[in-house]
């Protein structure tokens, strides 16, 4: 009884057993039927622009004459036929040349659907899609060294660089890109065009701010690229924004007395000094052309200067603070004529009485008539010094006697006591060997 119990459950093993490895056979190895199967129509690439082209293959499943029809995005076809006298015979026929293959282009955005029939039989289908996307970016980079900047002053040059290429593959547009262009916002608002820069092999173009530029502060532009197939982009700067600031006028100072037309070391009280400044707008590797020059009254050139002592706070322009200081005059500069040359005359008087440490200083500050206004600014440092020496005083003639004088008396005091001495002794001496020598023999 238990005998024949277990011959049909050893049965239904065998055959669990026998399904399972013929299920991971089959898994194993591909049925031949499905390695045989061939695409009738592919079309290669299946993303591209407007204006570009894909190749659309027909291979035939049997002998016979085939239709490819390209339906565009609105609705509307081209047909081209094809005649095979072979199974897996293949022709390829160009879409996008407007004088072969299907003799159309590619001018729609959207899908274009390929299909190949057999009379009104379909055979099979593909599709292929066409954007019209453009892919924008730029940096910037100043005149003359080229080096990447995010901000400039008045007189450099920012150049703005734009990279433009196809969204279906990449591939950057070039002057030789038919009806290429690309535009942007210039920081005043209005629209500038870039041009082919053919030794950097990108395009460029040059924004220059002169000494009296108005549009400074931040910049951030817009820009649109096209090209004569419909192809478009626009490219908002989201960064950080670049930014155009007044220039750093630079400042030179020199402070001479007045009377000797020496230079100062050192301001003492009573003594006259006359202040030059030679101010300038400063050059750069690659300035903007007619910025480079001296500060003058056809820029509305104003240059003050302030002679005060203790610290000085740029902040707030006045001398002292946290510290002794204090304004001892201020003189309006007028210009020269020439160089950049801006001169005033200072009257030193009642000039306190200064710790250690602590000094006169002349301040130059300057500005133009630009809007905003470039500026410059320049510390001169003098001592405290002593009253002026009598040679600066006194003719040539009368500190040579009176030196002489002085020399005189001096040697004279300083002779001691035993050298009088001495001397009377020799002279004695020298009277009797005198006498000696005269009496006759």
């Known amino acids: 009884m238990s005998r024949k119990s277990s011959e049909p459950t050893k049965r239904g093993w065998l055959i669990?057993?026998?399904?399972?490895?013929?299920?991971?056979?089959?898994?194993?190895?591909?049925?031949?039927?499905?390695?045989?199967?061939?695409?009738?129509?592919t079309a290669t690439p299946g993303n591209i622009n407007l204006g570009m082209t894909t190749s659309i293959q027909v291979t035939a499943p049997a002998v016979g004459a085939y239709t490819a029809v390209v339906q565009k995005p609105n609705g509307s076809e081209v047909s081209l036929n094809f005649a095979f006298t072979a199974v897996g015979q293949s022709e390829n026929a160009t879409f996008g040349v407007a004088a072969s293959g299907f003799k159309d282009l590619v001018n729609?955005?959207?899908?274009?659907?390929?299909?190949?029939?057999?009379?009104?039989?379909?055979?099979?289908?593909?599709?292929?899609?066409?954007?019209?996307?453009l892919v924008i970016t730029m940096d910037m980079v100043t005149g003359g060294t080229c080096a990447f900047v995010s901000g400039i002053a008045r007189g450099e040059k920012f150049i703005p660089r734009f990279y433009v290429s196809y969204a279906s593959n990449g591939v950057s547009l070039t002057n030789n890109t038919k009806g290429i262009y690309i535009t942007f916002t210039l920081p005043d608002g209005t629209r500038a065009n870039a041009s082919w820069d053919a030794f950097a092999g990108l395009f460029d173009a040059s924004v220059l701010p002169n000494w009296n530029y108005t549009s400074v502060g931040s910049w951030s532009p817009t820009v649109t690229a096209g090209d004569a197939a419909g192809n478009t982009g626009t490219y908002k700067y989201t960064g950080g924004p670049f930014?155009?600031?007044?220039?750093?006028?630079?400042?030179?100072?020199?402070?001479?007395?007045?009377?000797?037309?020496?230079?100062v070391t050192g301001l003492y009280n009573g003594q006259s000094i006359i202040i030059q400044a030679i101010v300038a707008y400063p050059t750069n590797p690659e300035p903007v052309k007619g910025f480079?020059?001296?500060?003058?009254?056809?820029?509305?050139?104003?240059?003050?200067?302030?002679?005060?002592?203790?610290?000085?706070?740029?902040?707030?322009?006045?001398?002292?603070?946290?510290?002794?200081?204090?304004?001892?005059?201020t003189v309006l500069m007028t210009y020269s004529g020439s160089t950049g040359m801006w001169t005033g005359q200072f009257e030193s008087s009642s000039l306190p009485t200064l710790a250690k440490g602590t000094n006169y200083e002349v301040v130059i500050s300057s500005t133009d008539k630009a809007s905003p206004p470039n500026t410059g600014f320049g510390i001169s440092i003098l001592p405290p010094a002593?009253?002026?020496?009598?040679?600066?005083?006194?003719?040539?003639?009368?500190?040579?006697?009176?030196?002489?004088?002085q020399n005189i008396v001096q040697t004279v005091q300083t002779i001691p006591t035993v050298v009088y001495a001495a001397l009377a002794i020799l002279l004695i001496i020298g009277v009797l060997i005198g006498y000696i020598v005269k009496v006759p023999r």
């Open 243 to 263: 930014t155009i600031s007044p220039a750093a006028l630079s400042t030179s100072i020199t402070v001479l007395d007045a009377t000797t037309g020496q230079t």
């Open 108 to 133: 729609q955005v959207g899908t274009y659907n390929v299909f190949v029939r057999q009379g009104t039989q379909l055979i099979s289908s593909t599709s292929f899609y066409a954007t019209n996307k």
């Open 16 to 41: 669990l057993s026998s399904l399972v490895f013929f299920s991971a056979i089959a898994l194993v190895v591909p049925l031949s039927s499905v390695s045989a199967q061939t695409q009738t129509v």
């Open 292 to 329: 480079v020059g001296p500060l003058n009254s056809t820029r509305g050139g104003i240059v003050t200067a302030e002679v005060g002592w203790g610290f000085y706070n740029t902040t707030s322009g006045t001398f002292g603070g946290k510290t002794p200081g204090g304004l001892l005059g």
């Open 386 to 405: 002593t009253v002026a020496p009598v040679a600066q005083t006194t003719t040539v003639s009368t500190v040579s006697t009176t030196t002489t004088t």
